[in-house]
C-alpha cells in the first residue's frame, strides 16, 4: 500500500508506465466537475469515478489483475488495510469483476484519506474502502484500475 498526497505522485512513476498514466489522467482531469462513469484511459487502464455516501462498515476486498489508485476527490473517508496473508475467503474470487471479497483474522488497522490524497492498492494488499471517518459524509472518488 501507499499512501500520500497527489502532489508528490511523480515519486511512484518509475514503479510503471501504467502507473504513471494513471495518475497523470488524474493530475490532468478536472475531477470534481466530470460525471460519475467509467472511463476508457488506455487498453490496460480505465477509471471509475463515483460519489456516495462513506458507510459505518464494508467487507475486505482484493484484486488479482488490477491495482488500484483509489484518488478522493473531495470529503474524506477510513480505509482498512491488511496483508491478504491474513484474510479468509468470505465470497470466491469473482473473475469478470476481478475482486474477491474477505474477512481477516487479525487487528485491524485503519487510514484516512482526504482530498487530494491517494492510495495504491496492490494485488496483496486487501483493503475496506468507503468507511465513515467520524460521520458518513458524501465524497467522491475515482479508482483508477492499473492492470497488472
Known amino acids: 500500500m501507499i499512501k500520500d498526497n497527489i502532489k508528490r505522485a511523480n515519486t511512484y512513476y518509475n514503479l510503471s508506465d501504467n502507473l504513471k498514466k494513471g495518475f497523470e489522467w488524474i ?4 475531477l470534481k466537475n466530470l460525471s460519475d462513469g467509467r472511463y476508457e484511459i488506455s487498453k490496460d487502464i480505465y477509471a471509475n469515478l463515483q460519489s ?20 478522493m476527490v473531495s470529503g474524506e473517508e477510513l480505509s482498512g488495510v491488511t496483508d491478504y496473508s491474513n484474510c479468509k475467503t468470505s465470497e470466491e474470487y469473482n473473475k469478470e469483476k476481478d475482486i474477491e471479497f474477505l474477512s ?45
Do not use: C, M, W
Not at 493530475?27 to 478536472?30: A, S, V
Open 27 to 30: 493530475k490532468n482531469h478536472d
Open 52 to 71: 456516495y455516501t462513506t458507510k459505518d462498515d464494508a467487507p475486505y476486498e482484493a484484486h488479482r489483475d488490477y491495482i488500484d489508485i483509489q484518488y
Open 104 to 148: 481477516i483474522n487479525t487487528k485491524e488497522e485503519f487510514y484516512k484519506i482526504k482530498e487530494g490524497e491517494f492510495f495504491v492498492f496492490f494485488p496483496h494488499d486487501a483493503h475496506k474502502p468507503a468507511l465513515k471517518s467520524i460521520e458518513n459524509r458524501n465524497v467522491k472518488k475515482v479508482i483508477v484500475k492499473v492492470h497488472v
